[in-house]
């Protein structure tokens, strides 16, 4: 029935269509896609949860699970530590204290004891020209750095205060001698030492010599508390009888201490005081020491009594023979008066040859012949000039009559010193 253009007609392909139509589609869906991940990343996409399959239910009793053991410390544990915990530290608590009592703080008491005496020992040698003396800065900071007060106390202070005090002491005696090569060495009152003789005026006259050796052998304990100074002296006048002037036994030059035998009532320039307010120097006025220790004793003179003589001396002799004897006596006298030969020699009448040798040392020679005879005379008067220090003059002239002159045995004339070799020997 169909001619043959109607073959030739093209019939439409619905593959093509249908293609045509999945890819509108798939465009679609592309675009739906995309807003649809847009608004995801704007909002995050909502899951809904997947319903849980339908379980049967099981009525049998589930088993427990298994006790898990406690992870943290039990309680009577924690009590237990903690009981242990007080009590341990009450036990430190008492052992630092007694610690503390018993031995940490007795042993600072100790250091510090033992410091405080060594710095007492020093400040007490280290004083007055010396007070600021490298040495004593170095002994403080040697004392304060000891930990112990064994190192404390085996720090040695007298032998360096000891070394100081000499080298200034002998410059000191170098430059305050006098003209006679002499130095006054004054001391504390009250300061007992074997080597400086213990006075109450606190003065001692000692030749250069005498004063170096002196420095020399003394340590910082008799060094620290003296002074050298140069004499202050005066000669004074005094007129005393033999007992009072060392027996008459004494010359020029002799070295004498001068006592008071009487210090209840004293005379002074200021009117008469008592014993205990009698001070010099800051010492009270005592018979057991003496006021001046080494007075020089510069002229004697014996009273004009003793310068008078009269001597008859007769020998006799008696020569016998068979049927006789002879009897011989002899004579010999002398007689005069010192006192008027010396007027004499003053007024012209006598030249000096004729009694020189009658006047020379006649005192003195009399004084010696009586101490080799053991007979004297002993209402002799003597007037001594002797040279002391300025101030105990008043003291001294004003109290003749409670006075004593001794003569110091180290520095005994030489009749003395031999008589001491003798009987020591």
Known sequence: MFGKNDKKKKVPELKKSEKKEDSIVKRIRGLLKQRSSEGAEKKPKRTMPKPKPNKKVDLRPKPLPPRRPPTGIPEADKRTLIGAAVIACIIIFIAVLGYWFLYYQPYQEALESAKAQKIAEVNAYYKGPLATDPRKQALLAQIESATTPEEVLAIDVLGPATQSWRTY??????????????????????????????????????????????VSQADASVLSNIEIQTPDTVAIPILIN??????????????????????????????????????????????????????????????GESGKYDVNLTSSKFLSSPGSSVGVSTSRGASGDIEKALQALSAGGLSESDVSQILQHYGIRLSEYERVSNIGEFNATYLLIIEVPRKHAPVIMMNMDKIMLVVPTQKAPEWMAAELKKVYS
């Not at 004498?256 to 320039?269: A, E, F, G, R």
């Not at 014993?275 to 510069?298: C, F, H, I, Q, R």
């Open 169 to 214: 002491q002998l410059q000191q005696i170098q430059a305050k001698k006098d003209m006679f090569n002499r130095v006054m060495i004054v001391y504390s009152a009250g300061n007992q030492s074997t080597t400086l003789q213990t006075i109450q005026g606190g003065e001692v006259i000692m030749r250069v010599p005498d004063a170096q050796r002196f």
């Open 242 to 303: 033999r007992l009072q002037a060392a027996g008459g036994l004494i010359g020029v030059g002799s070295s004498v201490d001068i006592y008071l035998t009487n210090v209840t009532n004293i005379s002074m320039p200021g009117g008469n005081v008592s014993a205990p307010t009698n001070k010099t120097a800051g010492a009270e006025y005592s018979s057991d020491l003496p006021l001046v220790s080494g007075a020089t004793v510069l002229a004697i003179l014996r009273s």
